[in-house]
């Protein structure tokens, strides 16, 4: 299990530079929360991450066979997730909670 602050490329149609900020989101274990470059925060399919080494950044494969096919995970639930968590942070910034 990856620990928290790892870094991680995630996968949905393209490698995105991420970090674990928790590793185990639901009871399954299948889940767990990342934080973009960007700052935007989601859930992800563990599935669909891979460590990442920050001396050599070059990302994985493009290849979809590069992940299983359970864990290639739809770009539009990936985006609504991120949308979702994005709009969020923005009420709670706009508010000066974060």
Known sequence: MLKEHTPVWV????WWPAYVVLPALDL???LMLVRFENGVTAPVK????????????TEPSTS???????GRMPSQQVSANVLAVA???????????I
Do not use: E, H, M
């Open 64 to 70: 979809t066979s590069a992940l299983p096919q359970r």
């Open 46 to 57: 563990t599935a669909g991450v891979r460590c990442r080494d920050l001396a050599r950044p």
């Open 11 to 14: 996968w949905d149609s393209y």
């Open 28 to 30: 399954d274990g299948d």
């Open 87 to 97: 709009a969020l942070a923005d009420v709670k910034s706009s508010r000066g909670f």
